[in-house]
């Protein structure tokens, strides 16, 4: 009972300072609902990225990869950092400079309205039918057995699932739609400070479980027991092959740090360049810190329970049970409640933004007033919301929910940033070539990952088999051999669709040159150790990396 009374007074706190902090912001115009008034700072950007990030799907799918790989995974974490400071020397400033709203807007202004609206059709069809079920199953799979809901309500384990995601489907809404971006990213900056403390804790209890009580005792038995699994290079046959760092890794973090709406919006939202810089950096420098929370309980489970959990993504909930102690275990469901409203209101608030400027005032009403926009951006939010609500418990049989994500998202993710950056680096691509650049770029990664692969996969298994190995056994080697990575798949189509927009750039140029105007919206003077800083969070990575290769 204690535990519920410090989750619910938790979130009720988190609540009342997001409405405090937000009154007196005009929601009722595009930039005070879309983007906080352009008035963020460095800290509440940089929290903001954290929290919107961070959420069930990677809190419990990461650790769950990290139960099977061990630190190899850590590449999720470790190379956002260098994404994150290419976006803050790059891109940011051409974003700021151009005063977008949102990302399909340059595209709008590069090629052509029907790419802004394909692009942003694409960001709209991912978030509701992959990225937002999934949070809401996961965390309500994580919220469900932190407080054994079934036993608490006395329904079954399937009924508790569906009133926790309709819970915090409800609950994440009215942040998001009612809200807007202020309210979502002061709410993020609160509950990052919360999720940091209570992520912490959740190695450092573990560390003492298998240390007789001392963390550095239970570090060394961690190391010493298992040392092959401490190799940052990994093995063949492991979710994150080290060679693919190299390949499609850094163009999904690219993606994803420097284009993806839900995670840029923040920085766009920034009062200055300066500022925006700054929080990307802070957050950049916090990631490198990630795998503490999303890798290293992971592989703690791994020892503690000797590789006995039936699936890997229990890895990191059996953990929390086990070793966390009783009267902070409300406290830890406040913060991990928190974090997957964050996720997923961040991504709602995106979606509205994006059918707001970029479909309701671009193609259904031209002329609406700023407030008719922002009016209907909400109602689109809401039946966004309960599409979600209803799809969310169907994605029960998934599997790994955390490299499903990956590979589902690689549908729109690499065909997206592949048009932006040839937007940014050429000045003649026609439009036509952005339009076959993303529907082709799409249409072979699924032919690729849903249809090639898994019918070479197959044939491969079958010919393994006839040498008499287990079924196990079979599936490990052919995962490895008998098709590429995902990862590498998307680092082979991203060339070939840059090669494909040169070429026909290169046979029908647009008439008249590019030239990417400056709005004045905000001040665009950067921030002066950008470089400086940048250089050094990579300097830091690369050395972990170093560190750690085996």
Known sequence: MIGIFSFVGFTLLVAIISYLATRNTNEKSSDGYFLGGR?????????????????????VGLNGSAYKDGLSVMAWETLAAIAIVVTAIFLLPKYLKSGLTTIPQFLADRFDVTTKTITSALFLTGYVVVLLPVILYSGSVAISGMFNVPLLLGVSNSTALVICIWGIGLIGSVYAVFGGLKAVVVSDSINAIGLLIGGVLIPIFGLMAIGDGSVLSGLDTLVSANPERFDSTGNPGQEVPFLTIFTGMMLVQLFYWGTNQQIIQRALGAKSLAEGQKGLLLASFLKILGPIILVLPGMIAFHYFDNGLESSDLAYPELVRAVLPKPLVGFFAAVLFGAILSSFNSVLNSSVTLFGIDIYKEHINKNAPEVTVVKYGKIFGLCLALAAMFIAPLIANAGSLFNYLQQINGIYSIPIFTIIVVGYATKRVPAIAAKIGIVSGSILYIISQFWLGPNMVEKALTEAKKSGITDDQALKLVEADAYPHFL?????????????????????????AFVLEYTDQVSIEPYKYVKQVGIVICVIVIGIYVYFAK
């Open 39 to 59: 008035s963020l700072t460095a800290g509440v950007i940089a929290g903001s990225l954290l929290l919107t990030n961070l959420s069930t799907e990677q809190i």
């Open 488 to 512: 590498h798949i998307m680092a082979i189509l991203f060339i070939l669709n840059i090669v494909i927009m040169l070429i026909i750039g290169k046979i029908y140029p647009r008439k008249e």
